[in-house]
């Protein structure tokens, strides 16, 4: 199975900046699309950000032109850079990829998701 762990999460000031790290371990053949998504209590998890193999991004109205996302398909990472964080950015931040993974002589589908990591913007 693939694995995804997250870092980077934490407090921030408002106006401040945070980067989330997510590496992708396991058997892994190729993956597809790396996202972002983010939850707050009570709410559906929303989409952030998302990258293609290829590069292609997407991104939620309300973070355009504040985040980046980005991925090294060589140590299969994604990242999110988050700048001018407000408090409405606050949420449980989990990563998800899917992709193919090698299961014996056979290569199989996943869609994962990291244990989310927790940025809170407070002053």
């Known amino acids: 199975q693939v694995q995804l762990v997250e870092s980077g999460g934490g407090l921030v000031q408002p106006g401040g900046s945070l980067r989330l790290s997510c590496a992708a371990s396991?058997?892994?053949?190729?993956?597809?699309?790396m996202g972002w998504y983010h939850q707050v209590p009570g709410k559906q998890r929303e989409l952030v950000a998302s990258?293609?193999?290829?590069?292609?991004?997407n991104y939620a109205d309300s973070v355009t032109g504040r985040f980046t996302i980005s991925r090294d398909n060589t140590k299969n990472t994604v990242y999110l850079q988050m700048n001018n964080l407000k408090p409405d950015d606050s949420a449980v931040y989990y990563c998800?990829?899917?992709?193919?993974?090698?299961?014996?002589?056979?290569?199989?589908?996943?869609?994962?998701w990291g244990q989310g990591t927790q940025v809170t913007v407070s002053s």
């Open positions: 396991g058997p892994i053949f190729s993956i597809f699309t």
């Open positions: 990258i293609t193999s290829g590069g292609d991004t």
């Open positions: 998800n990829a899917n992709g193919e993974y090698a299961s014996g002589a056979f290569i199989r589908k996943f869609d994962s």
